[in-house]
């Protein structure tokens, strides 16, 4: 193990997947706690992320570190040396990629789930808003293979994670969230990077997924509709 690394998470989370991907990026071997947090508060978490009880937490050296931006940022840092960079060198590069990262959690991400697994109003309210946050996102590839440019970044992994999890849900529910007649540039880059296999690998087998969304997808779409409404 290197540096006593531990992740609490879980293999249904994009949120912890992002962290899985960034330590296997940089080749740091660590130990993976999988803990179901969705219908319950493991110890282990209260101790560790008292104040968002939020799955990812990292743990280094028995020190914890909450919110997966951060923890992908303490990553780069850390393993400064290995693998590839997440964040460009360069500053103005840097904080490119922190404004769409940011972008993508404030506008995109909630909005993404929200519109798979609510119902009603919220739903067709969320599937307008994914639209038009995505057609903004898409502004964030102009001219690049990338996000990251020629190489994969921190926002590919973020909104890699999201949008796998996305595309099988909305197979799941029968909802058009992401297609590519309303984002071309999106697919685009999502079929570039299935291809570049950097990041294909990480994610959990397609089948695994699809087949837990289609047994919970009941119990899914009313913790969903409990905590964000129906209408
Ligand atoms: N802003 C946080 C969000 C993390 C998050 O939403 N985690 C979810 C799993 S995907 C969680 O722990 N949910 C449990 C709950 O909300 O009770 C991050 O980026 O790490």
Known sequence: MDD????LGSWLSPMSRRVEVGLKLKGVSFEFSDLDVFFSKPPELLQYDPV???????????????????????IDETWADSGIRLLPKDPYERAMARFWAKFFDDKCNLTLGMS??????KQQQTLAESKLSLTTLEGGLKGKKFFGGDEIGIVDII?????????????VVGVDVINEEKHPVLCK???????SNVLKDYMPPREKLLCHFRTYKDDIAALMNARFGSN
């Open 159 to 171: 909104v890699f994670c999201s949008v796998y999890w996305t595309e099988i849900a909305q197979e």
């Open 189 to 195: 880059w999502m079929k570039e990077t299935v291809n």
């Open 116 to 121: 798979c697994w609510t119902k009603g109003d």
């Open 4 to 7: 006593e690394v531990k992740l």
């Open 52 to 74: 968002h009880k939020k799955i990812p937490v990292l743990l280094h050296h028995g020190q914890p570190i909450a919110e997966s931006l951060i923890i992908l940022e303490y």
